[in-house]
């Protein structure tokens, strides 16, 4: 049996919403195994995405106590000066 083009795309188009569907549900499944084993092991967030790079502190200014982790842009009170001295240890 042939079929037209207008057919061959309305197929795709069904099967389209059927993979979404089966998807969404194996996604479910999925989530609620994870958050399962989440409670059973104890699991942090820290130990689940490792430490957030923007809490980590490795400069601090010692008068203002003002901080910088070392990525992006420099502040302004740390430009042009010997970073070391500010190096948090």
């Known amino acids: ?3 037209d083009y207008r ?3 309305e197929r795709i188009r069904s099967l389209e919403v059927e993979a979404e569907h ?3 549900q194996a996604l479910q499944l ?6 399962q084993k989440i409670r059973e092991y104890g699991i942090t967030q820290g130990q689940l995405f490792g430490p957030d790079l ?6 601090r ?3 203002t106590g003002q901080t910088w982790n070392g ?3 420099p502040p302004n009170w ?3 000066q010997d970073r070391k001295r500010f190096l948090v240890v």
């Open 61 to 63: 200014h010692p008068e």
């Open 30 to 35: 999925l989530v609620a195994d994870i958050r």
């Open 1 to 3: 049996m042939t079929q």
């Open 71 to 73: 990525i992006g842009r």
């Open 22 to 24: 089966l998807r969404r």
């Open 54 to 59: 923007s809490d980590l502190v490795r400069y």
């Open 7 to 9: 057919q061959v795309k």
């Open 78 to 80: 740390i430009r042009g």
